[in-house]
């Protein structure tokens, strides 16, 4: 019902930002959960952030909460996440993922239903 485009993602060094962008489409954004997730080489895939609607509050993962920024545009069916302080260990494919508003966690990758196909983020130091 939704597909899920990331952008954003490459190379900075450590200290860096970048800002990675979701588009969606096929259904309004504002009738889903949104959140981000990161996979890195040989990790299972980790909860990064999620907010249940526009403007409210985000759940931020502890290894990202005071560094990473989730934000949603509805009205561009988009959904960003600002990384700042970027650290080696955020070196990850970055996918974002939708849910449905009735979902009752949003933790989990489990709690998702769409998914993007992802965008690599590198830190170096």
């Known amino acids: 019902q939704v597909q899920l485009v990331e952008s954003g993602g490459g190379s900075v060094q450590a200290g860096g930002s970048l800002r990675l962008s979701c588009q969606a489409s096929?259904?309004?954004?504002?009738?889903?959960?949104m959140g981000w997730f990161r996979q890195a080489p040989g990790k299972e895939r980790e909860f990064v952030a999620a907010s249940r609607w526009s403007g409210g509050t985000a759940s931020y993962a502890d290894s990202v909460k005071g560094r990473f920024t989730f934000s949603r545009d509805n009205n561009k069916s988009a959904a960003y996440l600002e990384m700042n302080s970027l650290k080696n260990d955020d070196t990850a494919v970055y996918y974002c993922?939708?849910?449905?508003?009735?979902?009752?966690?949003?933790?989990?990758?489990?709690?998702?239903?769409?998914w993007g196909q992802g965008t690599q983020v590198t830190v170096s130091s």
């Open positions: 096929g259904r309004v954004l504002n009738y889903y959960i």
């Open positions: 993922a939708a849910a449905s508003v009735a979902s009752r966690t949003v933790l989990n990758p489990s709690d998702y239903a769409y």
